[in-house]
């Protein structure tokens, strides 16, 4: 099971940015094709355009389907029908546009099977935005093409570090207005079972934060941690969560205790990810869990400040990669061994004689 080549898809996010500088250089080493068979979804041309002008040796082909993806080669699809004008640094439509039609025809392949996981390369959630994506950014996104009425969660992670959120792309003034109890218990559960089912922690533990300075001074800077967190809290754990919390983030992030857990939920989005691009920002990678697609993505933006330059750190995209394998594999051992559960084993106590009966079916 192990020794199965993963296809990766990987879309070429904003042309504009460092988007193939991190991918041209991931795949400079052969050793990234011994591990998986990549497919970009993007341009043969602007690809080419990255190489010359970054001076990168990473060679390609071109395909016309995934289905017809090359071992031991970096693969690429056109996904642009039109000519697409780089300039490197800027932010325009086009280059938009031209993410959006690498997303959509990525989607439409996974649809059909082509591929296995997907890494996508940062886009500008401005300028991507038509009448076909009217979404806040790729996560949301690619629940609703992907999700079959799933819920998704973002989580920012490297290594041991997991760090969820309970909104995402919200405007501040919205965020508690947004903080339910409802909402809390549903993203603990999400975040337990990915723990779980795509990072193999048989018992999780999940620290929560407060949304308030101090975990709201018992009221005087706030009560939603003791009219809706708390709460949410009492009854995870009543469900047999090992969930603790809610903890006030500053402490908890300024000292080493999100070190003793598998997970850490935060309310907000820069709660959760201003400490940890703190921490780990050149290898963190953003994995969206809860849906039937594996797919995660570099932790930073398009950076277009030093797009074109050549200083671009592809760490960050290689552990993407990996972590996208990583998990496929880890969801394929797990539903392998719940494919065939052994069935109940009880006794009879009708005659007294404690026979074991293994073949009866149980009522229960």
Known sequence: MDSKK?????????????GYEVILKTFEDPAMLELCTPIIYGSPKVAAYHRKTLDIQTSFSIISSAEDALEDKLNIINCNPE??????GKADTESGKAALQALEKAIEDYRKGFFDVLVTAPINKHTIQSDHFSFPGHTEYIQERTGENKEALMILMKEDLRVALVTTHLPVSQISQHITKETITSKVKIFAASLKHDFAISSPRIAVLALNPHAGDEGLLGNEEQEIITPAVQDLKAEGFLCYGPFAADGFMGSDNFTHFDGILAMYHDQGLAPFKALAMDEGVNFTAGLPIVRTSPAHGTAYDIAGKGVASPDSFRQAIYTAIDIYRNRERDDNAHRNPLRKVYFDRRDDSDKLKLDQESNN
């Open 6 to 18: 993963i296809k990766v898809a990987i879309t070429q996010g904003d042309v504009n940015g460092i």
């Open 83 to 88: 000519e697409v004008k780089v300039e490197l």
